[in-house]
DNA sequence: CTTGCACCTCACGCCGCGTGAGGTCCGAGG
DNA sequence: CCTCGGACCTCACGCGGCGTGAGGTGCAAG
């Protein structure tokens, strides 16, 4: 009844789909659509059966399932195509919202990098860096706050709070080196400047600088080996017998 | 300056980073992260340097760019930041968009299948294949109308539609044969039961009868290959000669 | 007989590692 | 001293879905 259409060959049958010859014969190493039969010379036959199945291959490809999975969800006729289906969208899903989470964050990014003007490559990994850490430990509003801030202070004021860190932390290390007790008016002076700098970053917000400790504590390996001249754990203890003395926290 | 800290061993390095050790030497490998000292018996050491490039190695993976891609930003510092978020951006955003299609299909089918009941795979395959026919030959609204049209008929009604297919094709594939002249009466009979067929699944509208000839036209090598008992391009001629006899189209 | 196309069978490449296999190095304990 | 365990080393295959050759055969037409 349907041997009435010659078999096709492998040619054929791939133009005639919209697959390539290559498509046709990885399914047929794959065992997920061989024909049914051969020429003597050992060309491919497709008959009807084989070209439905392949129909049924190409149906469930475009929803985009795996070949593998296809194969197994046309040999057992048990499966609920529902809750194939279903199971398939949610992941589906799932992979969607991961990748516009990344969107936003590129977004974001690209926004960062507007106001940053000409960044060479160097720069747009710090800018990405420190955008992944904000987002790890500032909450949006945060986020915002900090910003503000660094927009009313301007470029000017932010390097030199920079190069103020870059005074503070190697004097401290002198101190600590040395043995400075806590009572030391010098360290006890230092200790101060550390907690403007500190106050300048965090608008005096409490809980910002509690997630900048909390970076510090979860990132110093990393931190400390890609920069020099951070503060370590180290550095964190001795100051807080300095701010026990002065009174209050760092922050 | 930075040679303070001693440099990381792999597993260090991968255990303060997240990575694997695999993936180090991954990099490794690649010539994307080469440790800039060895000992000598070959364990790698990585300097402050290198945990940095690795730091922007991670950034940029974390915005998803490609292990090759990363190698060439950070080699070259004359590309523009922007220029390259904003291609990623849109490469991605046009890979969600694709996704997003596939989750309305897969959403169609879903609605699909819940007035199919409880449908076995095969049931699965028909339905998808249906539902990529229709998104490629017919607008929305004519698929709101086929289905409108469907529900109205009710599935007995379709059924009975699909049995009278199954007699009115081989009687005109026999009248073929024999080469009956479109003057004969018993053909110029199944003509019009053909049209009434037509009729009874386009609801009179030209627009989609003139879809499922476009769609017949264009597939149906791969139909006429799978499913016995359906026109080809001779049948249609053929009717037409008939339809001509009596006058009017075929829908 | 030759040309040329369609077909055949290997077999490597992609991307980002995971996962062994099989061997070496190193610091601590007996 | 030896030994033990853990961290390190270098291959090398596997994954998904084919693309892209390379090198050879089949078959109909000129």
Known sequence: MSELQPPFKVGALASATGLTVRTLHHYDEIGLLSPSARTPSGHRLYDAHDVQRLQQIQSLRAVGFPLEEIRHLLSSRQVSAQRVIALHLEQLEQRIAEQQALAVRLQRLARHLETAALAPVGDLCRIIEATLMMEQYFTPEQQD??????????????????????????????????????????????????????????????????????????????????????????MFAFMATVFAEIGGGPG
């Open 145 to 234: 706050a900090i910003k503000a801030r660094g927009a009313m202070l301007g470029e000017q004021a932010i390097r030199d709070v920079e190069a103020a860190w870059g005074e503070v932390i190697p004097a401290v290390r002198e101190h600590m080196a040395r043995g400075t007790p806590p009572t030391d008016p010098d360290l006890q002076a230092l200790a101060r400047r550390w907690k403007s700098l500190v106050e300048a970053f965090t608008g005096g917000d409490h809980a910002i600088a509690a997630s900048v400790r909390r970076m510090y504590d979860e990132q110093h390996e990393v931190i400390n080996a890609a920069h020099a001249n951070t503060p370590d754990p180290a």
